[in-house]
């Protein structure tokens, strides 16, 4: 079974940064697309960012500017490097790993999640 596993979460001041990473257990990212979500207590879990296998970007208004992600097909990880932190970027943040193929889905991964806490 593919397995995706955050890591980089922690504790961290507002405007300070942190950079997440989510490696896979095997080559996949060449394939489809890879995704960062987050899910704050009592809210659905939202899309930050997400990345295309041809590297097309795609952010939520609300990371756009502060936070990037990339990929590292080589490493099999993908990457979200957040700066300026804002303590409403608090939340467990979630890798996603999917590929559609004529309608069907092929895969859809998710990892563990790993808490980002951002304090005032």
């Known amino acids: 079974q593919l397995q995706l596993v955050e890591s980089g979460g922690g504790l961290v001041q507002a405007g300070g940064s942190l950079r997440l990473s989510c490696a896979s257990s095997?080559?996949?990212?060449?394939?489809?697309?890879m995704g960062w979500y987050h899910q704050a207590p009592g809210k659905q879990r939202e899309l930050v960012a997400a990345?295309?296998?041809?590297?097309?970007?795609n952010y939520a208004d609300s990371v756009k500017g502060r936070f990037t992600i990339s990929r590292d097909n080589a490493k099999n990880t993908v990457y979200l490097q957040m700066n300026s932190l804002k303590p409403e970027d608090t939340a467990v943040y979630y890798c996603?790993?999917?590929?559609?193929?004529?309608?069907?889905?092929?895969?859809?991964?998710w990892g563990q999640g790993t808490q980002v806490t951002v304090s005032s």
């Open positions: 990345i295309t296998r041809g590297g097309t970007t």
């Open positions: 095997r080559s996949i990212f060449s394939s489809g697309d």
């Open positions: 996603n790993a999917k590929l559609e193929f004529m309608g069907a889905t092929v895969y859809d991964y």
